[in-house]
């Protein structure tokens, strides 16, 4: 982002007329959130993709790690990637919270992390989907280590 503001490549958001409405139910325990998103009162002719975020601030998930042992730090995560393994986790530093993801078969994980100046902050696990006017659930595993 920020080498599109030295290339004077500007965003612009246009208003546009709804498509619909998206329900969201959220059941949470202590060690996940269990998520359905209702897209029945979607409008979807001419979508192709379907995003799910689930996004944090960048300065506290600074730590990616996956099922597959990869583990990234800061900027090495990526803004935009797809990630191939069964569980993805974005952590502090220390490990000590995180939350993750894991692989659905009807989805595309995509993990993403981004920080600049003055305009984003956000670490993220992100799925895309194919649109249809059904249910997408899935669960966010929660995890909090104590310290001894």
Known sequence: MELRELANIKTEFITVKPRGTV???????????????????????KCREVLVLNEQGSSFFQKYVDSNGLNLLGNKIGAWETVTADQASLQTVNGQISFSLRYKKDATL??????????????????SMRPNNGTFNYSIGLNYLQRE
Not at 27 to 39: D, L, M
Not at 118 to 127: E, H, K, M, Q, T
């Open 23 to 45: 329900t969201v139910k959220y059941r949470c325990q202590p060690a996940v959130i269990n998520v359905e998103a209702n897209f029945s009162k979607v409008l979807l002719d």
């Open 110 to 127: 995509f993990r993403g992390w981004e920080r600049t100046r003055n305009r984003f902050s956000w670490a993220g696990l992100s799925y």
